[in-house]
């Protein structure tokens, strides 16, 4: 038997599909790129608060200090994990000897199990000697064996001083250059007033810091660069932006310009900042101790680097830009 073929219909012009009449995908959009608010109004007013509360910060460094942690102070740090709860009074009592000075025992567990013991020493022959005077006044009190003893960090005097004076040259070195970046890559306002930005945002960072009772150490360091790179990141995106608006309208308004750059990149501004700050919070309260003082750091530097990237750099370039125009 012959077996029949069919020939396979032939496809019309009319018929065909054409992916040119298709609409453009639409993305999801957290804030509409229509918005219009008057940032640039509103940030005599931000600036005024964050202003006085880096001014309260800075007198509560100055009358308390610093937490410095054993980073910075010099001493030994001891931390101890017991198998059952407790009381924090009983290792206090256990470490009340004539060879310890200035010892401080902080509960960093939940459930009153983990311990830090920091000693502050005056000298590196102290330091040297201070874990073992620890060993002994715990084992003396609750016996051998009844904890153990997680981690010990020793660091003299002298290396505490050298590491401040490094930790301060490095954040102003990084604030300086960031700065010096944007002003070859954009204009010298924009660099200026980004400079600025990002010491706002140190000093509020330490304020907080002073404020809360956080302990500064290396870790806090870390993530006051951090936050300088983060500050950064989120200025040169609305820096491009107005420049991009600057030439499409050579004779707009720079207030008006500068508030269109704020609204237009809002949305991003938002979603890359609430990514951040979610992460920061995770590791503020899930962490852990080690971290901690780490993760309330970075979750205050990624605030208030978003709100000084909208309500201090850009008015301060509208600023410097006001004052050229009068000399002019």
């Known amino acids: 038997m012959k077996q029949e073929t069919r020939p396979l219909p032939t496809q019309r012009p009319d018929d065909r599909k054409t992916t040119s009449s298709q609409p453009p995908p639409r993305f999801f959009e957290l804030i509409p790129s229509h918005t219009s608010i008057d940032f640039v109004a509103m940030a005599p007013r931000m600036v005024l608060l964050s202003v006085l509360f880096i001014l309260v910060g800075m007198g509560s460094i100055y009358l308390r200090g610093l937490n410095y942690g054993i980073d910075f102070a010099g001493g030994t740090l001891v931390q101890v994990r017991f198998p059952q709860s407790t009381p924090v009074a009983d290792v206090r009592a256990a470490l009340d000897l004539p060879g310890l000075g200035g010892v401080v025992v902080q509960d ?36 051998e064996g009844a904890y153990d003893i997680l981690r010990v960090e020793s660091v003299g005097p002298k290396v505490g001083r050298d590491l401040w004076r490094s930790a301060t040259l490095a954040v102003l070195a990084s604030t300086l250059m960031m700065g010096v970046y944007i002003a070859l890559r954009f204009d010298l306002r924009f660099g200026v007033s980004v400079a600025a930005a990002l010491l706002h945002n140190v000093l509020f960072a330490l ?67 609430g990514t951040v700050i979610f992460v920061s919070t995770a590791l503020l309260l899930l962490g852990g101790s080690a971290i901690h003082s780490f993760a309330f750091t970075l979750l205050v530097g990624f605030i208030i680097g978003t709100y000084s990237s909208i309500f201090v750099s850009t008015p301060i370039v509208l600023f410097l830009d006001r004052r050229g125009a009068r000399r002019r």
């Not at 993530?223 to 004779?251: P, Q, W, Y």
């Open 108 to 143: 960093v567990g939940r459930e009153g199990r983990d311990f830090q013991i920091r000693v502050q020493t005056a000298d590196e022959a102290t330091t040297s000697g201070t874990t073992e005077v620890v060993r002994a006044g715990l084992r003396e009190k609750f016996g």
């Open 207 to 273: 304020a907080a810091i002073s404020l809360a009772g956080m302990e500064f150490d290396l870790t806090t360091v870390a993530a006051l660069l951090t936050i300088v790179g983060f500050s950064v990141n989120d200025n040169v995106v609305i820096s491009d932006r107005i420049r991009e608006n600057m030439r499409k309208t050579r004779r707009g308004d720079l207030r008006t310009i500068l508030n269109v750059a704020i609204n237009e990149t809002l949305s991003r501004t938002v979603i890359n900042s």
